[in-house]
């Protein structure tokens, strides 16, 4: 059964993916027998490209992707090369790790909040510094140039990039490597960039093509930040997915193999790139030049991150208060009165998203991290390490575009004629908190210290006693950890939900964004509030169960 | 009633790695006795015990024969060749107290709470330890922690003790005290055992025969 079960994983990573690509695809080309189309026509293609702004859509996507990519890449190496190894830097990641936990929605909403035209930080700044008793006539959140859009991005791809950059230096010998380059009389950033860079950028490589991919086609951030005239490519999709009018889903189909287009374009764009800095690096690195005007960019670039995670705190901040507000006149710092009213009102509408969004979360993590679990042991058992090929693949859902995949999985089903059901977006949700899961406990699993294994062994006892007696309790505190990290990614998924359970199963993040339009702030900071901290209570469990089963245990504590 | 069979019998047993043989071992150990493989570290001894206790690394491949009381054993999985193993390292398992560290080792077809953790008590007794079975195994000292490693795997009831350098961590006061502690103990129970070290005093105190099997290439 165990020998089975890494197959079975990647079948079911793996195959809703291809089903769905597979989906979308003949639709686009007319062929969808339920809906009457029994012929093959690129006319689909034609419409979609005809429409009017779609070009711009496109490139706005594509340019998101790359920019936000590059910014947030470069944000957390300079960081690292500037900052390692400082108490500033200890300092600035826990402040920046609980931000990787919240999703992206909730950090989306509280920027809005935060820098809205009449957002908080205009009325913290109004009227003595700027004159302004009325909120100005600007366009801030969704300006066409998708700035604030790139900028809710960047704050959150930061904690993501940062984390797994670190997990990535100690193999790269990243202190001795500092230290030797300092030797040589090279600044930080230069001996960085010239000694680490390429090792670590190597080893997080396959993380920032998802953060690439990701950026392309996502599809609440864009809805709650993004421009709208025209929207990204993803938002329109969307648009076509839902209209009312069924034979759009031909349209819908064509502009999924856009997307796919988009996405494949900024991952082209980008292993280019990656070539030519090559090129243009090893002339660099013998030249000799000892500095880039390090401290400058040193003190630039904690500047740059202390603004990034301090504006996604300042806007959850944003959220609480306004789902407490009550009166709030412009340009007043705080309400005149704070009340209950809002989360009195919305009691009773939160009941079933809250129990969707937990139903769904919790399962969809108990079934990813058995699985992981169940993939580790085998390793352990087998003595065969997952090759680097089968990571690969753990990676392909979160490189494909949710929304192209994810879309031709809805139109199977539709085929299918079954009504949507809550199993579907269980697994639809596993696919996504899996490789997550699996990512965060992997490690921490291999790093286990196997001659515990063999001294067990020798007392007598087999491989499953040592499983569920040894191992399992001495890997708790990372079991949990990676539970946690699992559930807050089954928290933050919009399209999964939305589009596989056909809008029949409404959690806090599809609720949260479909208010995103009408624009009630105390509606929204109610839901976006609840979404932000939902994954914490995964994150708190994570750590105060081990705390309080090994409360006399110093060994363990010491890891936790 | 001790047969020629009785004991450790290694016929041929090589290890390789990539190919290249890293140990060659024919050896029998009578039971009571300690045979000493001496080696500079990192010369692959250890490997030579964990294809005898059956978790050699599967970047190794291991060959030749091993009999444990006249049965061949390399085949068997690990948890039923009966063969003890004690670490440089303690190895308590840190979730558990001492006392259920030691609960753990003891086979279950020795019934009964109340006899069981008798025989703990007993097992910590016997080396000093009374009243530590509720103790957190990492506030122990070095040398606490090495005894109860030793007491745990005696408690399993091995039928062979393999030590790997069992001593190289501890202080050099301990080190001659528990040495004595784990030849007497193990003497005591008419246990073959196989001691790895690079240290010639450990040798010497085991007080058995020693070999240097070790394919010695100059690269």
Known sequence: ?????????????????????????????????????????????????????????????????????????????????????????????????????????????????????????????????????????????????????????????????????????????????????????????????????????????????????????????????????????????????????????????????????????????????????????????????????????????????????????????????????????????????????????????????????????????????????????????????????????????LIVPQVSFLFGLEILALQLGGKAHITSVVLTHVIFVLPYAYLSLADPWRAWDKRYAAVAFGMGHGPNTVFWRVRVPMLLSAILTASAVGFAVSIGQYLATLLIGGGRFPTITTEAVALASGGDRRVIGVYALIQALLPFIGFGLALFVPAILYRNRRALKATA | MTGAADGLTLTDVCILLNDKPLVHVSAHVKPGDVLTIMGPSGSGKSTLLAYIGGFLDKAFSGMGSVQLNGVSIEHMPAQTRQVGILFQDPLLFPHMSVGQNLLFAIPAEQKGSDIRRGMAEEALKEVGLEGLFDRDPATLSGGQKARVALIRVLLSSPKALLLDEPFSKLDADRRSSIRKIVFDLAKARNLPVLLVTHDTDDADAAGGSVIMPLETRST
């Open chain 1, 1 to 397: 059964m165990l020998k089975h079960i890494p197959a079975l994983t990647l079948f079911i990573l793996i195959g809703p993916v291809l089903a769905g690509l597979l989906g979308a695809l003949l639709p686009a080309f007319g062929i969808l027998p339920t809906l009457g189309g029994t012929e093959a026509t690129v006319a689909y293609f034609a419409e979609v490209l005809t429409t009017p702004g779609v070009m711009r859509s496109s490139c706005i996507s594509l340019l998101v992707g790359l920019l936000t990519t590059a910014i947030s890449l470069s944000i957390v190496m300079t960081l690292i090369a500037g900052w390692q190894g400082t108490r500033f830097f200890k300092a600035l990641q826990s402040l920046l790790s609980p931000l990787l936990s919240v999703p992206h929605a909730a950090a989306a909403f509280g920027l809005a909040f935060l820098i809205a035209p009449s957002g908080w930080l205009m009325r913290l700044f109004s009227p003595w510094a700027t004159g302004l008793s009325r909120p100005p006539d600007w366009l801030i959140v969704n300006d066409p140039m998708a700035l604030s859009m790139m900028a809710g991005l960047i704050a959150k791809e930061v904690p993501f990039l940062l984390l797994v950059a670190l997990a990535a230096l100690p193999q790269s010998d990243a202190r001795q490597k500092a230290n030797l380059a300092s030797t040589l009389g090279y600044g930080p950033i230069a001996g960085f960039y010239k000694t680490t860079f390429p090792l670590v950028y190597r080893q997080i490589r396959l993380p920032v093509l998802a953060v690439l991919a990701y950026a392309t086609s996502v599809v609440d951030v864009a809805i709650i930040l993004g421009p709208t005239t025209p929207p990204p490519l993803s938002v329109r999709l969307l648009q076509w997915m839902n209209d009312p009018e069924i034979t759009e889903r031909f349209k819908a189909s064509a502009g999924a193999q856009l997307q796919l287009c988009v996405t494949a374009c900024a991952l082209v764009v980008w292993l280019l790139s990656e070539r030519v800095i090559r090129q243009f690096g090893f002339k660099s690195v013998v030249k000799g030049k000892r500095h880039f005007a390090d401290e400058t960019i040193r003190k630039t670039i904690a500047l740059l991150a202390i603004l990034s995670s301090a504006m996604v705190l300042a806007g959850i901040a944003t959220l609480g208060i306004w789902s407490f507000a009550g009166f709030w006149r412009f340009p007043n710092a705080l309400p005149n009165s704070f009340t209950l009213d809002i989360w009195a009102r919305q009691g009773m509408g939160l009941e079933t998203p809250m129990q969707n969004t937990l139903l769904i979360g919790i399962t969809a993590t108990l079934i990813a991290v058995t699985l992981t679990l169940a993939c580790l042991e085998q390793e352990a058992r087998s003595g065969k390490t997952a090759t680097s090929r089968a990571l690969l693949l753990l990676y392909v859902p």
